[in-house]
């Protein structure tokens, strides 16, 4: 049964409860997730990927019980889905989980991937061909508890698809969402510590892949001034780079295919050199641990032929270049 989406505003996290025995897992939301679609099917079969599609067809298992399916929306989220992923599968493997297949859009299998799947539609669940992150688990044994997450994003928002497949009989648990505030006129908002998935994200996503997307900062119109107020990447940062008393970084700069790459290459190093200096200044980051280059449109992450696609090349990502 399809519910009306519902907005928890004010969450620092939300607990999502899975159904399932033996597992009892808990996954964390970042703040402001609002479910768009919930059905469950008792008894279910989901044919759940286990491999990239090759050929024809991606691997599958069988797996059969109750199958509970969620889709949720995470409005105005700056999180990539790279980082929204990362920080799940940090949670399912504290659960117990093993992964079975994690996968993005290229090693998937691309567009075919999609077909190969279980995916809600539209509005409810939105998937970028380019742009999306797969990952399915198990806990071992026979405990009968499947799991997969679908990720991906339009250029405001971030969606997740979340299938559980547990025993028949195991007791179903609902959503648990965390504590709720609302804010009136007059009212300001309460102090809320880092949403977990913002926090847990920048660490591993820097060891692992050496680079991190900063997809929150806004820069003043026409100019290459960083906005006013807080960023919660720079945060981020800060604190990585303070628990990583050698890590250096360089801060890279990149822009869309409008314009001369002169042109180009000279606000992207701008914009880097802006948030260079709200770290030195604000988060008291020392100025030989930090560089600032740009180089303009020569390395985009998306297509220039689209509105979405520019949005998603410009760009400030963090870059670590320190060797040990």
């Known amino acids: 049964m399809t519910h009306p989406a519902r907005l ?9 409860g899975l159904w399932g025995g033996m597992a009892q897992a808990e996954i964390t939301l970042p703040a402001g997730a609002s479910i768009t679609f919930e059905e469950t099917e008792n008894p279910g079969r989901y044919e759940m990927p286990v491999g990239a599609h090759v050929i024809h067809e991606a691997q599958t298992i ?17 999180l990539s889905s790279f980082q929204v992923i990362l920080n799940l599968r940090e949670q399912l493997a504290n659960d117990g989980y093993e992964i079975l297949l994690e996968c993005d859009e290229d090693t998937c299998g691309g567009y075919d991937f999609r077909f190969d799947t279980k995916v809600i539609g539209e509005p409810e669940m939105h998937v970028d061909l380019g742009d999306y992150q797969f990952l399915s688990a198990h806990i071992p044994g026979n405990s009968g508890e499947f799991l997969s997450l679908l990720v991906s994003r339009s250029v405001s928002a971030v969606f997740i ?5 547990s025993q028949s009989d195991a007791p179903a648990r609902s959503v648990a969402p965390g504590t ?32 991190y997307v900063l997809t929150d900062l806004r820069f003043e119109v026409g100019s290459a001034a960083l906005g006013e107020g807080s960023y919660q990447s720079l945060a981020d940062l800060a604190e990585y780079l303070t628990s990583r008393g050698n890590a250096r970084v360089a801060l890279v700069g990149h822009t869309d295919a409008q314009g001369s790459l002169s042109a180009n290459i ?3 190093e701008q914009r880097a050199t802006s948030v260079m200096n709200r770290l030195t200044e ?28 520019r949005t998603r090349n410009r760009r400030v990502e963090a870059i670590l270049i320190s060797t040990e």
Not at 161 to 165: G, P, R
């Open 180 to 211: 709720e505030t609302t804010n009136t006129a007059d009212e300001t908002p309460p102090a809320t510590s880092a949403p977990a998935a913002a926090t847990g994200a920048l660490g591993p996503a820097m060891e692992t892949l050496g680079r």
């Open 266 to 268: 000279g606000i992207s």
């Open 161 to 165: 698809q979340i299938i559980t497949v």
């Open 282 to 309: 604000s988060y008291g980051i020392a100025s030989d641990r930090l560089e600032a280059r740009g180089v303009g449109y020569l390395a985009p992450i998306a297509s220039n032929q689209t509105e979405e696609g």
């Open 8 to 16: 928890f505003a004010g969450l620092v996290w939300l607990a999502v």
């Open 62 to 78: 069988p797996a059969e019980g109750r199958v509970a399916t969620q889709a949720w929306r995470i409005g105005g989220s700056g």
